[in-house]
């Protein structure tokens, strides 16, 4: 949980897995214990697609096929770790498959292995707004208290180092002989003196300060860094919209129609079970290339949602994106040092194998294929019914469903168990009644066919609804008030029992068309 909360906070798994690498090769953490971290990191990267499909909340349809898409991003890497996370814990078969690679291979640190790619084009721009010491990081991360005090911000670009004598007066214990008055004459005696002596001290000259907008600042670090943050909260939501819209007004009519064609289409003949399998390998180039697989699903989601690509053409695309998000850790690995090399490639081919065998997991075989994208689905219907879904599933499953655990976990396994074990005993009940009803409910007592001998708040989200939906119309200012009349006269219960095709569009504008 720390992986997940650690990367919804600097929002790309391939920032945190490069810290989880670095530690490693400080050896701050065993490889043993960054395995579930980098497995966090891959559930935390997803926030980024997530939040981008709320920016297509105000068309329904649209919404529901966004939201789908940036849900199933998650829906396989939780998965993934509820099946891989007690494999680890029971087996270790990362943690030797990975040592096993790393004992055959004679691999060399390269000191510059971190290969910039993206960064070429945005250092530049980031040099100018601000620049940070990564030494005093470093420090502080091996425990270093002396750098505790410094400041992060860099301030001189250029310094020099001088060596110099410099007279040093330190108190020294010395001891000396001294007359006793007793039989013995000479003791020895121990005093506390203040001792000059010459010592060669380094520091650094300043020759020339740096160029950004907080050079000669006197706000402290965290001031500046909040100041940072709100401002980077800003652009990445402007930049979210100005995608949107410009993938709007770009992917019309005749020009859709043949990238929708063209993208959604299989290899012909006996060839066509490979286009799942290249598009993974153009999910993970094109990662690569980015270096974020945040960035490259979230340039996804809006295709989704205007219907340009299908959500079952962008889940072998999603996979790919999680093997090429490894790339970068694999590069932080390369530049460690030659005693610590080993340890920080070792972690960050544990990452790899994670994201491979989730993929091995949930994407070859039809049946298990289709679970994660069934879920999605489920997920875009009850955002297309239920908006406030959206950031209810937000909050609970980056913020709340983490923080709870790590808190339980603090507190002591005993306790994790004791919650952990009954809630997800209960969980899994519900979902195998749930497919049962589904599938065969015959097979079920006449009472578990269905969930009406519940409360309506328990197996309904209407009744919450309804009640959000009073509370924002108290506020005439609210816009979920204004939405809410505003969709008053549309009934579009029956979209939990629709599928994710773009021939309900036309349905939906039918209905629109004879209701106004």
Same mark, same amino acid.
């Given at each position: 949980?720390?992986?997940?909360?650690?990367?919804?906070?600097?929002?790309?798994?391939?920032?945190?897995? %490069?810290?989880?690498?670095?530690?490693v090769?400080?050896?701050?953490?065993?490889?043993?214990?960054?395995?579930?971290?980098?497995?966090?990191?891959?559930?935390? !990267?997803?926030?980024?697609?997530?939040?981008v499909?709320?920016?297509?909340?105000?068309?329904?349809?649209?919404?529901?096929?966004?939201?789908?898409?940036?849900?199933?991003?998650?829906?396989?890497?939780w998965?993934?770790?509820?099946?891989?996370?007690?494999?680890?814990?029971?087996?270790?078969?990362?943690?030797?498959?990975?040592?096993?690679?790393?004992?055959s291979?004679?691999?060399? %640190?390269?000191?510059?292995?971190?290969?910039?790619?993206?960064?070429?084009? !945005?250092?530049?721009?980031?040099?100018k707004?601000?620049?940070?010491d990564k030494?005093?990081?470093?420090k502080?991360?091996?425990?270093?208290?002396?750098?505790?005090?410094? %400041?992060?911000?860099?301030?001189?670009?250029?310094?020099?180092?001088?060596t110099?004598?410099?007279?040093?007066?330190?108190?020294?214990?010395?001891?000396?002989?001294?007359?006793?008055?007793?039989?013995?004459?000479?003791?020895?005696?121990?005093?506390?003196?203040?001792? !000059?002596?010459?010592?060669e001290?380094?520091?650094?000259?300043?020759?020339q300060?740096?160029?950004?907008?907080?050079?000669?600042s006197?706000? @402290?670090?965290?001031?500046i860094?909040?100041i940072?943050?709100?401002?980077?909260l800003?652009?990445?939501?402007?930049?979210?919209?100005?995608?949107?819209?410009?993938?709007?007004?770009?992917l019309?009519?005749?020009?859709?129609?043949?990238?929708?064609?063209t993208?959604?289409?299989?290899?012909?003949?006996?060839?066509?079970?490979?286009?799942?399998y290249?598009?993974?390998l153009?999910?993970?180039?094109? !990662?690569?290339?980015?270096?974020?697989?945040?960035?490259?699903?979230?340039?996804?989601?809006? +295709?989704?949602?205007?219907?340009?690509?299908?959500? $079952?053409?962008?889940?072998?695309?999603?996979?790919?994106?999680?093997?090429?998000?490894?790339?970068?850790?694999?590069?932080?690995?390369?530049?460690?040092?030659? @005693?610590k090399?080993?340890?920080?490639?070792?972690?960050?081919?544990?990452?790899l194998?994670?994201?491979?065998?989730?993929i091995?997991?949930?994407?070859?075989?039809?049946?298990?294929?289709?679970?994660?994208?069934?879920?999605?689905?489920?997920?875009?219907?009850?955002?297309?019914?239920?908006?406030?879904?959206?950031?209810?599933?937000?909050?609970?499953m980056?913020? +709340?469903?983490?923080?709870?655990v790590f808190?339980?976990?603090?507190?002591?396994?005993?306790?994790?168990?004791?919650?952990?074990?009954?809630?997800?005993?209960?969980?899994?009940?519900?979902?195998?009644?749930?497919?049962?009803?589904?599938?065969?409910?015959?097979? +079920?007592?006449?009472?578990?066919?269905?969930?009406?001998?519940?409360?309506?708040?328990?197996?309904?989200?209407?009744?919450?609804?309804?009640?959000?939906?009073?509370?924002?119309?108290?506020?005439?200012?609210?816009?979920?008030?204004?939405?809410?009349?505003?969709?008053?006269?549309?009934?579009?219960?029956?979209?939990?029992?629709?599928?994710?095709?773009d021939?309900?569009?036309?349905?939906?504008?039918?209905?629109? $068309?004879?209701?106004?």
């Amino acid at each position: 949980m720390i992986g997940v909360l650690a990367t919804v906070l600097v929002q790309s798994s391939s920032t945190s897995t %490069s810290i989880v690498v670095s530690m490693v090769a400080a050896e701050i953490l065993y490889v043993q214990q960054a395995i579930p971290i980098v497995m966090g990191a891959n559930i935390g !990267t997803s926030i980024t697609n997530t939040l981008v499909s709320i920016f297509q909340a105000n068309d329904r349809n649209q919404f529901r096929r966004a939201f789908a898409g940036a849900t199933i991003h998650d829906v396989f890497n939780w998965l993934s770790v509820l099946i891989l996370l007690p494999l680890e814990v029971a087996t270790s078969y990362l943690y030797h498959l990975s040592e096993i690679i790393i004992n055959s291979m004679h691999i060399t %640190s390269n000191e510059n292995a971190d290969v910039e790619l993206l960064k070429v084009i !945005t250092k530049p721009f980031t040099d100018k707004v601000i620049q940070v010491d990564k030494k005093i990081i470093t420090k502080i991360a091996v425990g270093d208290d002396g750098a505790l005090s410094d %400041s992060m911000i860099k301030r001189w670009c250029v310094t020099e180092k001088v060596t110099e004598l410099a007279n040093v007066t330190m108190e020294t214990n010395v001891t000396s002989q001294v007359f006793s008055d007793g039989a013995s004459g000479l003791v020895n005696a121990t005093v506390l003196q203040n001792v !000059t002596t010459e010592i060669e001290v380094t520091r650094k000259i300043p020759i020339q300060k740096c160029d950004h907008l907080f050079v000669n600042s006197d706000l @402290g670090d965290t001031t500046i860094g909040i100041i940072l943050l709100m401002v980077s909260l800003a652009m990445l939501c402007i930049c979210l919209v100005l995608i949107v819209k410009l993938l709007h007004s770009l992917l019309r009519g005749q020009i859709a129609k043949v990238i929708k064609k063209t993208i959604n289409s299989d290899f012909p003949g006996c060839m066509g079970w490979l286009t799942g399998y290249v598009a993974i390998l153009i999910g993970a180039g094109m !990662t690569l290339l980015v270096q974020s697989s945040s960035i490259f699903t979230s340039a996804l989601t809006p +295709l989704i949602g205007i219907g340009v690509v299908s959500l $079952e053409r962008a889940y072998p695309l999603t996979l790919g994106a999680n093997i090429g998000t490894t790339a970068t850790g694999i590069l932080a690995a390369l530049a460690s040092s030659e @005693g610590k090399l080993a340890s920080a490639l070792q972690i960050a081919f544990c990452h790899l194998f994670f994201n491979i065998s989730g993929i091995l997991l949930w994407y070859p075989v039809p049946i298990t294929r289709k679970v994660p994208i069934r879920i999605a689905k489920m997920f875009g219907n009850t955002t297309a019914k239920y908006r406030w879904f959206a950031a209810f599933y937000l909050i609970a499953m980056f913020f +709340l469903f983490p923080a709870v655990v790590f808190t339980l976990s603090l507190a002591g396994w005993q306790y994790l168990a004791a919650v952990g074990i009954p809630t997800l005993a209960i969980f899994l009940i519900v979902v195998f009644i749930n497919v049962m009803q589904a599938k065969q409910p015959k097979c +079920l007592p006449k009472i578990l066919r269905t969930w009406d001998f519940l409360p309506k708040w328990m197996h309904s989200l209407a009744p919450l609804d309804r009640v959000l939906t009073s509370i924002c119309r108290t506020c005439s200012c609210c816009p979920c008030a204004k939405e809410s009349c505003k969709d008053k006269p549309h009934n579009i219960s029956h979209l939990s029992q629709v599928p994710l095709t773009d021939s309900y569009e036309i349905s939906i504008s039918a209905s629109r $068309e004879t209701t106004v």
